[in-house]
Antibody
């Protein structure tokens, strides 16, 4: 059974850095073709794709957020970490991690999400 | 970025109705199109991948079609548990953009 779970702070002050961890089980991020991505959703709004890291350490970012995002993986710990700098209240959202496997590049399995509020 | 445009943004339908949601890509994406269902307070769930392939465990009343720039998600007979928001997503190139969502409400 594949599961993913996000963890991190629920409240962050403006200008601070957010670090989110996705801890997963049931698959390995060293398996060819597998990736883990981050997606966010502001309250009442649509999904926004943020970043993706592949089994071979290929990293992809949303161009609009690229300067603020860093995605890394720790294969031995089954974790993917997303760092976002210079937080603003507009970054308030539920942040999801999800697995991408197979040729379709779809997000097959999602974590439950973690709500992050940016406020002073 | 490839822009994904869904229509309608919302719709009202009754149990048993046939429902169709469309998604248009800003450029050709072949069949790299996925559909997700999201219920309030829950994570999205993959329904359809590669435009027309049904994800394991998803009821057969859901189907997808299309290629290039125009795609559709069809629910053949709407069930009470289908009232949700549906998103399309292109996985042709990064950033793997989502549509703005279609909320399916009870009529």
């Amino acid at each position: 059974q594949i599961t993913l779970k996000e963890s991190g702070p629920t409240l962050v002050k403006p200008t601070q850095t957010l670090t989110l961890t996705c801890t997963f089980s049931g698959f390995s991020l060293s398996t060819s073709g597998v990736g883990v991505g981050w997606i966010r959703q502001p309250p009442g709004k649509a999904l926004e794709w943020l970043a993706l890291i592949y089994w071979d350490d290929d990293k992809r970012y949303s161009p609009s957020l690229k300067s603020r995002l860093t995605i890394t993986k720790d294969t031995s710990k089954n974790q993917v970490v997303l760092t976002m700098t210079n937080l603003d209240p507009v970054d308030t959202a539920t942040y999801y991690c999800a697995q991408s496997a197979g040729g379709s590049n779809a997000f097959d399995i999602w974590g439950q999400g973690t709500m992050v509020t940016v406020s002073s | 970025d490839i822009q994904m445009t869904q229509s309608p943004s919302s719709l009202s339908a009754s149990v048993g109705d046939r429902v169709t949601i469309t998604c248009r890509a800003g450029q050709s994406i072949s069949t790299y199109l996925n559909w997700y269902q999201q219920k309030p307070g829950k994570a999205p769930k993959l329904l359809i991948y590669a435009a027309s392939s049904l994800q394991s465990g998803v009821p057969s009343r859901f189907s997808g079609s299309g290629s290039g720039t125009d795609f559709t998600l069809t629910i053949s007979s709407l069930q009470p548990e289908d009232f949700a928001t549906y998103y399309c997503q292109q996985s042709y190139s990064t950033p793997r953009t989502f549509g703005q969502g279609t909320k399916v409400e009870i009529k």
